[in-house]
């Protein structure tokens, strides 16, 4: 049977170029286009000599493909892709143009004026554990963003099952691909080496994307401060975060950490990508692979609810999760091509 | 006029060495004695060649002396210090040994009895910021562990004036080296490289040490929640902590980040190592002296209370701050041998 | 058909965990039996969560199989091994007990008596570039050192074709998990971090694999110096070696380049695993798989051959090649299991 | 007496603000100019917090001073220093600019046609350890590279002695920080971390340098083989260098290693930054100092001449021996505030 098409617009950066890694060793699907912003004309293995065997020289437009991946910045990937949805294309957006419901939103955190506020609604938000039967039936599928995936799954089941306070802390430690292949002073690599910082302060753009979905899930309005670290590490991100337990729904003392557990094996039961561990979860053991780690627990001096996830920011956190959206919109097996363990040490 | 002699008391940890490293510069004190647990009888350059001109021989049994640090680990160093302190001679201990009041805590979260309890009343904490005249008429100060000192100095002032509630997270991410010099597979190369975890999720021993202070400082028994985190860096300590604002007591919008900014400026303005600045600190430009770098704003969507603060661990965070606890012991200039600039990058 | 049952002899280290790694995703072999020195009776996933997926036991013995890996370390190696070969099994042994053809060679470089000199002449060295055939009718294989494999590789073309002096030097870097899973003060984080060194410049035990194989390979007794490099990250070896060309066998000028170049694409045309770079190569361009990049190249001012390869130590270095090895024993397409992209950046 | 006044141009790049960072500590001179080539009119503390205490503001020119750092990249650093030097100031100039003798091989090496060659007899060049009154007389020194200063040092006593054949390996590995604080692929940290690679095999702008020297130093002409390497740390270098013994100078066997040594250690016993150590040096122990850790040695095997030398490249590799060279001209101590350990771990 001939393997599924798919492009890739954008592939220079760093989810594009995982996307092209992943997808390479996916067994059916064939990469037949992909684009670079500046590179058109190259030969995919020039710039990444890793690719060689791709065989593909990068282009300036995107060919017909049976669906397409957009690796493209906000604002240029909705460009990119509205035409292609118009054509009845399948597309994973992993920008964040079609995360959030609210088209105002793109004015306020983005700056710009979204160019197809229709869209907005049909859009489905590519978190599979969230939204399995909505992905496999949609047309335009938003990744999530990096620092979402690993915290709405971290919170999902404690705001789901309403456990704790909606009034939530969340400290995210990210590796510094994260901040993707453009150059800049903050991860020039003497400066983002040997130091740790806290940035956006004054608020992150994916923090609407992890309000939105956390308001989903419960019934009350979300008062959640999301606090992002730079880490001197390449690939991964660890979310701590901390909340009030709602009184009386779990139990006092260590029997209330055991019936937390539970409520988390219980939610991701069927989950292939998700494991609640034993013991605090370590970026490494996620390296290169699709998982998410999930440690639920209770800090019983004070009674509060602590859970800790993580995630290999391309993978889970972009282009591994864009491909388990593409499984299940191609109604492949969902966990196809991304099998791999993580690399360890 | 004769330098004070100084000991110190196991230099072959990772504060032993950087106590002669600090000390060795210091122009009021000469480095008369170092003891190590295991390499009496070595030269100090032979374990470690960047202390050669130091010129000593580690021994045994620390010798006479006028003032002796300890960097032995708890339990050790409270044996070693008591005869001293008893025989009249100064103490600094860098141990936990002597930090909390409560002589019951050292069960608790050590696991021993202690020695001396009578000792306890009278050992003073050694965060000058927050007890300079005490140290100064001080016998034996314990310096606080390196967690606490950022915690409590980027909470200090907000708890002092009242302005945010006692329900407090604080979420620490630390270089390995505050792991010590001893080996584990946690501090194994490979193992630390390219991973970040939470630990000690069930209780820090630096938890009651920050509970203690926050509660001598504040009016109202505080429920603090403190998560260390493990970072692929060899030094330097990021401590983000969150707390709700009293109603009432900080104007809304960004007239109150102003007026917190100010509260911090007033608190630490004549604070020779604090340094309140206007963007969220890099414990890259604290890398080797003896800063503390705080950065108290807040989060306007929730009104939530933000501090990031950022140290050496080994200088703030351990022999730096040692040093000026034996500088105001002595009546020397609180800054003496400890005016070096971080290096950068 | 049933799949091949394999057994791992040592699971623990870190070739121990990768060979598991790589085995769990090679759709030929069942991985049946694992080992370990200390773990016995743990779940692999206790230990090595990112292998939870194995679902199997460490053992204290290995089970029935049809073919073994040892990662055991040289001399407990050998007597877990010769009982297996003399029953028939066939086995791959990542330590050094069956690389070296002359058994007095054991006494002198690893200070103990070889067991079993007898089947040091069957043992084939297991570097499929140079003994395809004889590993695949081999019964115990023993896989070349991670330092061996990059240098002889790297060096193969020049020394066979006779252009260079059987004078050479040889310069490699290595990452830190070279040094295995064992802790040492050496891969300590806080020591190994921001930290080069040379060590093992009295002769390191690598030097005789690489001499036999070298002086296998040309007719001359070579001289080889030979100063491995601990660099601060966790995998990848570059190997740069040094040599006079011989007069009269390469042209002068870019044309002796192109020349060179040719010879070595020449040499390893019908190679999977090896690729001839037209820029110096990366160790991150094979981190995480089993390629060996090389780059020949002359220095025109000095008529120097120069040549840098890369590879990624537990892979092309350890484990990877042991699986190339095992799939040349089981008439298996040699890249089975083996064809995952680097994992980059 | 008043303080000597000095001037740094171009103090945003990291030798200017390493420079900044040392001499705002030494006591005898005063920075009373700073300037940059694009932050004029910023503090240096907005740009740099760890030099917020300078009280500086960067300046789009040079004011007055009695002795001029440049840190200007190559040729704009002559621009802005024959203005002074026809003036009568002293200068110290951190670029190659006036280094090499040879004004041709700024056309060959560098690209431009050197503005000044009649001051390139008059400039001495700043390796103190080979020009020490030299030094002390000159109106204008070129500060040696980097990757010189640690190769030069290491094989200065051998290449003078006429014990090595004047055919020789360099191959060295250097932090990121070398490559400087302007953006790059090479330097963004996830291209930089974990990873490893050979560069400019073609020929690097620091070789004219260290043959220039070498040759000074012994009778014949050189062949010299260069290759630097980028490691994944911020600072230091290590260097490695080999060469052929010369038959008959040194005796065979433990007791040439040993006369080596002597050779060394009586060839450098003056000298307060150079230090031949017993065992093979780590770039870690000279972290932030001023210091050249040197170890000769001999591979007995082969006979061959080997020798490691560790810098850190920012401070005896750059700023460090600017001011050491300053203190020279000035008539200061040499070590004047240069005296401080490096930092470890």
Same mark, same amino acid.
């Given at each position: +049977?001939?393997?599924?098409?798919?492009?890739?617009?954008?592939?220079?950066?760093?989810?594009?170029?995982?996307? %092209?890694?992943?997808?390479?060793?996916?067994?059916?699907?064939?990469?037949?286009?992909?684009?670079?912003?500046?590179?058109?004309?190259?030969?995919?293995?020039?710039?990444?000599?890793?690719?060689?065997?791709?065989?593909?020289?990068?282009?300036?437009?995107?060919?017909?493909?049976?669906?397409?991946?957009?690796?493209?910045?906000?604002?240029?990937?909705?460009?990119?892709?509205?035409?292609?949805?118009? $054509?009845?294309?399948?597309?994973?957006?992993?920008?964040?143009?079609?995360?959030?419901?609210?088209?105002?939103?793109?004015?306020? &955190?983005?700056?710009?004026?979204?160019?197809?506020?229709?869209?907005?609604?049909?859009?489905?938000?590519?978190?599979?554990?969230?939204?399995?039967?909505?992905?496999?039936?949609?047309?335009?599928?938003? $990744?999530?963003?990096?620092?979402?995936? *690993?915290?709405?799954?971290?919170? /999902?089941? %404690?705001?789901?099952?309403?456990?704790?306070?909606?009034?939530?802390?969340?400290?995210?430690?990210?590796?510094?691909?994260?901040?993707?292949?453009?150059?800049?002073?903050?991860?020039?690599?003497?400066?983002?080496?040997?130091?740790?910082?806290?940035?956006?302060? *004054? @608020?992150?753009?994916?923090?609407?994307?992890?309000?939105?979905?956390?308001?989903?899930?419960?019934?009350?309005?979300?008062?959640?401060?999301?606090?992002?670290?730079?880490?001197?590490?390449?690939?991964?991100?660890?979310?701590?975060?901390? /909340?009030?337990?709602?009184?009386?729904?779990?139990?006092? @003392?260590?029997?209330?950490?055991?019936?937390?557990?539970?409520?988390?094996?219980?939610?991701?039961?069927?989950?292939?990508?998700?494991?609640?561990?034993?013991?605090?979860?370590?970026?490494?053991?996620? &390296? @290169?692979?699709?998982?998410?780690?999930?440690?639920?627990?209770?800090?019983?001096?004070?009674?509060?609810?602590?859970?800790?996830? %993580?995630?290999?920011?391309?993978?889970? *956190? %972009?282009?591994?999760?864009?491909?388990?959206? +593409?499984?299940? +919109?191609?109604?492949?097996?969902?966990?196809?091509?991304?099998?791999?363990?993580?690399?360890?040490?």
């Amino acid at each position: +049977m001939a393997k599924t098409r798919v492009g890739i617009i954008n592939v220079t950066g760093y989810a594009g170029v995982e996307l %092209a890694r992943l997808l390479h060793q996916h067994p059916e699907v064939e990469i037949t286009s992909v684009t670079g912003r500046s590179a058109a004309g190259q030969g995919v293995g020039v710039a990444f000599p890793h690719l060689a065997s791709l065989g593909l020289t990068i282009e300036a437009k995107v060919g017909e493909a049976d669906l397409v991946f957009s690796a493209m910045p906000h604002k240029e990937s909705a460009k990119e892709i509205i035409p292609l949805v118009n $054509n009845g294309v399948k597309v994973v957006d992993i920008s964040a143009d079609f995360r959030l419901k609210n088209a105002e939103e793109y004015s306020r &955190w983005y700056g710009f004026t979204h160019p197809a506020p229709q869209l907005l609604p049909e859009a489905v938000y590519g978190l599979p554990e969230l939204y399995r039967s909505q992905v496999a039936a949609a047309q335009l599928v938003a $990744n999530p963003g990096c620092y979402p995936t *690993g915290a709405i799954l971290a919170l /999902a089941p %404690a705001v789901k099952e309403g456990i704790i306070e909606p009034d939530i802390v969340i400290d995210s430690k990210s590796g510094v691909s994260g901040a993707g292949r453009s150059l800049s002073l903050q991860t020039h690599f003497s400066e983002a080496n040997e130091d740790v910082t806290a940035y956006a302060l *004054g @608020g992150h753009r994916h923090l609407p994307e992890i309000v939105q979905e956390l308001e989903l899930l419960g019934s009350a309005t979300t008062s959640i401060t999301f606090v992002p670290h730079l880490i001197p590490m390449t690939r991964g991100i660890l979310t701590t975060a901390y /909340a009030s337990l709602v009184a009386g729904k779990i139990a006092a @003392g260590e029997k209330g950490k055991e019936e937390l557990r539970q409520l988390y094996l219980e939610f991701y039961k069927s989950e292939p990508f998700v494991r609640v561990t034993e013991t605090p979860p370590h970026t490494k053991h996620t &390296w @290169g692979n699709n998982n998410c780690l999930i440690y639920p627990t209770i800090d019983l001096r004070t009674g509060r609810f602590i859970v800790a996830s %993580a995630i290999d920011n391309l993978v889970k *956190g %972009a282009a591994g999760q864009a491909i388990q959206n +593409m499984n299940l +919109m191609l109604g492949l097996p969902e966990t196809t091509g991304l099998e791999a363990l993580a690399i360890y040490p």
